[in-house]
C-alpha cells in the first residue's frame, strides 16, 4: 500500500456516548436558526478531519465511510490541498474568471480534457455546483441540437435547483410541493439487475428504454440522455453490461447528446478516472463535482468541442464558477490522486469491501443484493428472504453504526440502501474496523 501520513491519528475512539454534550448543545442551538428543512444525517458536530476520521466537538473519532457524500476523496484535509488553498489565498480569493481571468482556470480545463474519457477536441466550463454543471449540460446540449426534450431515468438523482428537480426520479424529500417543475423532462425504464425480470441483459434494458423514447418522444425530438453510470442517491445502481453503450451508441446515431453525470461516480471513486471508462463508453458532455477539489466547492462540463464552441459569448458563466481558490485545490488533488495511485487504492478497496460482504450475504437472509464498483459499494436491505425493501432495517443498521462510532450513508428509492463511500485514503486496518461494525450491526439488526 502507498505510504499516506496522517495528522490525526486514523482510530475509531469514542469519549461520550453518541450524540456528546457539545453536539447535543450544537443541536439545541441549530433549531433557533436553520430550519428543519436541511436535513443532517448524523447528530455529531465536526471539530476536525484528516484522511477518513471525523473528530467531533466532544473529542469523539469516528470513522467516516461517506467521505461528506463522495467529496473528499482524497481526505478530508489532504496536506498538499491544504498548502494549495493556503498558498492561493495569500495572493487573490476572487477576481471573477468573466472579468479578470487567471491561469488556474485554464490548467483545471486541460486536465479534464486530457482526464476526460475520448481523445477528440474538448472544451470545458467550470461552476460551482453539481447542479449547475448539470443545468449548463443540458443548455448546451438544446442550444447545439435545437432540441428540447431531455431523457432521464427511473432512479436518477441530477440535484435540487428546479430542472434538475426535475430530472431527479424521487418525490420525497428532493420534490414534494416544490413544483411545478421544468417542462419537456421524460422518464425512461432504467437497467436494475436486481429488480429487473431475471436474464434481462443490458442491451435488452436499453432497448427497452429506446423503443420508449422512439415510440413516445421520437428521436429527431430528443436534445440529451442523462445518466449516471452508476446511479448514486437512487441507489448505487449499477446497470447490466451493455446497457451504458448500447444507449450511447443509439444516441450517436439519432443526433441526442449523451451526457454522462459524474458527480459522485467521477475522480477515481470507481476504479477509473470516470466510472464511463468501465464500458470505454465516451459521453459527449460529462458533469463533474463532489469529488474533484478535495471539498472546496467547484463543478465542470466537460464536453466535445464542436457543440459547446456553438454557445454564444456570455451564454455560459457565472460569478464564482471557476472560483481561484477551489481551481488551486482541484489541481492539488489531482496530484494527489496520482501520487497515491487513488483509483488503484480504491479498487483495492472494493476487492476487500465486496469480499467480505458477499461472504456475509451468503450466511444472512436479509441483504437482497451486494454490488458496486471501486470504493462505491452499496448492499440493499431486504425483508428476510424476499426482494422486499427494508428501509426500517436499514435505518437501524445505519443508527447502529453511528453509536459504535462509524458513519454509514444510506441511500435508495426505496430507502433501503447502505451505501459505502470511504475516503480513498482510508488506511487497511481502519477499513477493515469499520466493517467489522456494519457487519455486526447487520446480524444484529437482522435478528
Ligand atoms: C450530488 C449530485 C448532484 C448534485 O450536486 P450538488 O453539488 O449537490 O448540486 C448531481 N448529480 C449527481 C449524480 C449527484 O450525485
Known sequence: MTDITYRLPQKRHLVTELPGPRSSELAARRTSVIPAGVGSSVPVYAADADGAVIVDVDGNSLIDLGSGIAVTNVGASDPRVAQAVRDQVGHFTHTCFMVTPYEGYIRVAEQLSALTPGDHEKRTVLFNSGAEAVENAVKVARLATGRNAVVAFDHAYHGRTNLTMALTAKNMPYKRDFGPFAPEIYRMPMSYPFRDDDGLTGPEAARRAITAMEKQLGADGIAAIIIEPIQGEGGFIVP???????????????????????????????????????????????????????????????????????????????????????????????????????????????????????????????????????????????????????????????ARCLAEGVIILTCGTHGNVIRLLPPLVIDDDLLADGLDVLETAIRAAGN
Open 240 to 398: 447490466a453490461p451493455g446497457f451504458l453503450p448500447t444507449l450511447a451508441a443509439w444516441a450517436r446515431e439519432n443526433g441526442v447528446v449523451f451526457i454522462a453525470d459524474e458527480v459522485q461516480t467521477g475522480f477515481a471513486r470507481t476504479g477509473d478516472w470516470f466510472a464511463c471508462e468501465h464500458e470505454g463508453v465516451v459521453p459527449d458532455i460529462i458533469t463533474m463535482a463532489k469529488g474533484i477539489a478535495g471539498g472546496m466547492p467547484l463543478s465542470a462540463i466537460t464536453g466535445r468541442a464542436d457543440l459547446m464552441d456553438l454557445v454564444h459569448v456570455g451564454g455560459l458563466g457565472g460569478t464564482y464558477g471557476g472560483n481561484p481558490v477551489a481551481c488551486a485545490a482541484a489541481l492539488a488533488t489531482l496530484d494527489t490522486m496520482r501520487e497515491l495511485d487513488l483509483r488503484g487504492r480504491a479498487r483495492a478497496i472494493g476487492d476487500v469491501a465486496l469480499g467480505r460482504l458477499r461472504a456475509l450475504a451468503a450466511e444472512v437472509d436479509v441483504i437482497g443484493d451486494v454490488r458496486g464498483r471501486g470504493a462505491m459499494i452499496a448492499i440493499e436491505l431486504v425483508r428476510p428472504g424476499t426482494a422486499e425493501p427494508d428501509p426500517d432495517l436499514t435505518k437501524k443498521v445505519a
